[in-house]
């Protein structure tokens, strides 16, 4: 069964860490709902058993704004 993939434990980083900076800033906020869509979307792509180049091209989608957020966030504190 498909799950949600684990932003926080990539980024190295806790939740409250995140949740904290995201508050003070805007644009981090908006790429963390974005990768929760994008996120999601990936797993309804999985379970609903896509085709495999859907699901590269969500996955994909998924790891662009993960790297803006890597961005975004700056060098680990």
């Known amino acids: ?23 003070k800033d805007p644009l981090l906020d908006s790429l963390l709902n974005k990768y929760s869509q994008a996120d999601a979307e990936v797993v309804k792509a999985e379970e609903a058993k896509s085709n495999d180049d859907t699901v590269r091209k969500l ?12 961005r975004q966030l700056g060098p680990s504190s």
């Open 1 to 23: 069964m498909p799950v949600p993939h684990d932003l926080y434990q990539d980024l190295k980083r806790s939740k409250e860490e995140i949740q904290q900076k995201r508050t």
């Open 59 to 70: 996955k994909e989608a998924r790891l662009l704004v993960k790297d803006k957020i890597v």
